[in-house]
């Protein structure tokens, strides 16, 4: 089946399917992954690496390491890179950090933007995109 729902992920959400590829968000990643289009920024894959590279991340999973980042640009290359403008970036969010996956949303005129992130989550729906659980997320796809 090709993909038809538009999404956008979390940080999260990446760092659990690389952290533990048999968990749901890995499953999600890699699995389910025919079953939507991934949409993703300059801002968005920076912020990424940067959560994967830390220290204390790496001693936790031991699962990520420096192959990940392959890992992570192969799945990227699978999706669409979005071009946000600094203008496209609205203060919405009570972490500012998060704002730029509401900006992916926005410009790509996302469906979905999973997150496990009670900041995002808070916020319910941005323009035309909801903001649900990763479970949430894999019950709309089994609905397609």
Partial sequence: MIGTRNVVFDTQIYLRAFGNPSSICGRLLNDWSSYYILHWTDAIEVE???VLRRPKIRAKFPSISDKTEIRLKAV???GVH????PSDI???CRDPKDDIFLAC???AKADYLVSE???LLVIGQHHT????T?????????QQ
Avoid: H, S, W, Y
């Fill in 48 to 50: 990424i690496l940067g």
């Fill in 134 to 142: 990763v479970p949430t997320f894999l019950n709309a796809l089994q």
């Fill in 105 to 107: 949303a926005k410009v």
């Fill in 129 to 132: 995109t909801r903001i649900i």
């Fill in 76 to 78: 990227l290359a699978k």
């Fill in 90 to 92: 609205e203060p919405i």
């Fill in 82 to 85: 979005v071009e946000v403008q």
């Fill in 117 to 119: 992130d009670k900041d």
